[in-house]
């Protein structure tokens, strides 16, 4: 098996295509897909975000190094079902109603499936309706919120309460986040956990499927 140094090099600075490169150099040399996420991908998002925390890197870098998990987890991805690989979590994911705000979602969804989460992304300006559908429909463990604008916080109230209506918020753990959402009103809401940023989003994610 190779030592995927250069696979988390690639994801560390952001190199899509020379991820998807060294991706597929390590599984015909023989590292299983399981390998490649848990010992390529996860350790070089994991170092992502850290540098993140400490202000090492920005949204820009975060962005790139996204996008260089996406399409490597868009090879993976088939080769951990035929394998019978588990997710970490299945996580739905989407902008409240009347935001059409997609940057800050998308980050947090190639975070998580770097991290060995399944997302599941409903897209913008998704109505409560449609988060209920997704919950009853599908083996949800967490449900991701995002707002990016003041005006649309009621959305994000507006969709735990259409998960209560439905009979169906016991079953799922939600995570809210996005520019003007604070921790404070997160525990208005009710919401089980608040991310400020992507890499954080993360942590909480596992700390709430865990439990």
Sequence with gaps: MSDLST??????????????????VDLDGGTTPLDLMDQGVRPAMAEVGRRFEVGDYFVPELLMAARATKQVFEIVRPLLVSAGAKPQGRVVLGTVQGDQ????????????EGSGFEVIDLGVDVAPEKIVQAVQHTDVDLVGLSSLLTTTL????AALEALVKADVRDHVK???????????????????GYAENAAVAVEVAKRLVAH
């Design 7 to 24: 696979l988390r090099e690639a994801v560390l600075v952001g190199n899509a295509e020379g991820a998807v490169a060294a991706a597929h």
């Design 101 to 112: 705000h997609d940057i800050g979602k998308n980050l947090v969804g190639a975070m998580l």
């Design 154 to 157: 009621a959305g994000v109230s």
């Design 174 to 192: 939600v995570m809210v986040g996005g520019a003007p959402v604070t921790d404070a009103f997160a525990s208005s809401v009710g919401a089980d």
